[in-house]
């Protein structure tokens, strides 16, 4: 923040003292663009977005519009963690340290858990989610089996595109893993923070270690945008939209994503072959990227991810038990009706409604490892 203040001012008082306006009049200006500088900066409305958020019950969340996609989400992260263990253990690692950069209430734990990992460091902006998920964690292991060995964690409320973690974590390992999970389109607000967050999930890794995540695919809201008349698209699930069009800066280009009518803070693009980039700065390969219709095609076919999702709930039967599917137009399910009607097909198919796959299908999963 200091920098970038001092930058504004400088670039404030030359173009200012270009104009011939005195001294004493750029000290009053500079302050007036400092105070902007502090206003336009999104990351105490994300913390108090998250902090107000409501953990649901399970009853609600199993009722809600999009609970087939939070579960189709879930699934996905499940089977990118377990796949990326696996390969942090055939490099020969037994214990293993992860790092999760953005962790909300904690919805990933269990999924540490099944992957058997030794240490969890949990980082978020928003402390009521940071304190949730350490109750989450302690319920976790209090209810475990007295010879199932929990691995340790730490907790620490930090806004990770301005601190650097490496400053507040206790333990000093490096991490085999960094997974940021539906978060870095935040940083994207600007070079600096971007530059911050990358720092945080790349700097602590162990040569051969991975940073994975998901992130909305810019290429995908893009073309959505330029496909309407408008500056909104969506649906009766999702709405996506942007101020203006035409330009997209590389840094700070805002929109806003509201998901089952939670209007949500504002995102910005993340131009993914510039992340590429400056992911090289900290010696990262991409190693995979996907949409997640292309990550879904590629895992369903495997046995073990496909009975995964049938335990997730991460698909919906169609047609549904009982004739009544979870969203209630028959257009939403037109794609399932003409799967159903192919030869061969054997009834109940699994899908998302037309609404949930359109939200999902605007995010991307990705893989980079460090050399
Ligand atoms: C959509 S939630 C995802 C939470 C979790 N990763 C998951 O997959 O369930 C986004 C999370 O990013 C966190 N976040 C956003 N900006 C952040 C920042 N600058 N530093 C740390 N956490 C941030 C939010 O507080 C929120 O918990």
């Given at each position: ?11 404030v ?16 200006l500079?302050?007036i ?26 009853q609600?969340?199993?009722?809600s ?25 055939e ?11 953005g ?20 980082a ?5 989610s940071?304190d ?22 730490e907790?620490?409320?930090?806004d ?14 490096l991490?085999?893993?960094?997974s ?62 942007f ?13 806003h ?5 939670v ?33 879904f ?15 997730m709930?991460a698909?919906e039967?169609?047609?549904a038990d ?19 009607g ?7 198919v ?14 991307l ?7």
């Amino acid at each position: 923040m200091e920098g970038l203040k001092r930058k504004r001012e400088e670039e404030v008082n030359n173009r200012l003292h270009g104009y011939g306006v005195s001294d004493e009049h750029v000290v009053c200006l500079c302050v007036i663009v400092c105070v902007c500088v502090q206003v336009c900066d999104h990351s105490a409305k994300v913390a108090r977005h998250y902090n107000c958020l409501q953990e649901v019950g399970l009853q609600a969340r199993s009722q809600s519009r999009i609970v087939f996609m939070r579960n189709f989400n879930n699934w996905l992260k499940s089977v990118l963690i377990g796949e990326v263990l696996d390969q942090v253990r055939e490099g020969g690692s037994q214990q293993v340290s992860v790092l999760d950069l953005g962790c909300g209430k904690g919805g990933d734990l269990l999924k540490w858990r099944r992957g058997g990992i030794t240490h969890l460091v949990c980082a978020d902006i928003a402390a009521v989610s940071v304190d949730q998920c350490q109750s989450r964690y302690e319920e976790m292991k209090k209810k475990s089996h007295f010879n199932e060995k929990i691995f340790s964690a730490e907790f620490i409320t930090a806004d990770c595109s301005k601190e650097l973690l490496s400053e507040k974590i206790q333990s000093s390992q490096l991490f085999d893993v960094c997974s940021c999970q539906f978060v870095f389109h935040y940083s994207f607000e600007n070079e600096q923070k971007a530059e911050t967050m990358l720092k945080n999930a790349c700097d602590q890794l162990k040569p051969g270690g991975f940073f994975i995540g998901t992130t909305p695919d810019a290429f995908e809201l893009i073309k959505r945008l330029e496909a309407t008349d408008d500056l909104t698209f969506g649906n009766d699930v999702f709405q996506v939209s942007f101020p203006s069009k035409g330009s997209y800066p590389l840094f700070g280009c805002q929109y806003h994503f509201s998901l089952d009518q939670v209007v949500n803070v504002p995102e910005f693009l993340v131009y993914f072959p510039l992340l590429e980039h400056m992911a090289k700065r900290y010696n990262m390969r991409l190693v995979m990227k996907q949409r997640f219709s292309e990550f879904f095609e590629e895992k369903v076919k495997k046995d073990h991810h496909r009975s995964l999702m049938m335990k997730m709930n991460a698909m919906e039967s169609f047609p549904a038990d009982g004739g009544c599917q979870n969203i209630d137009s028959s257009s939403e399910y037109d794609h399932a009706q003409e799967h159903c009607g192919r030869e061969g097909v054997k009834l109940p198919v699994g899908t998302l409604s037309r609404s949930e796959w359109e939200a999902a299908s605007i995010y991307l999963v990705f893989v980079f490892q460090k050399l």
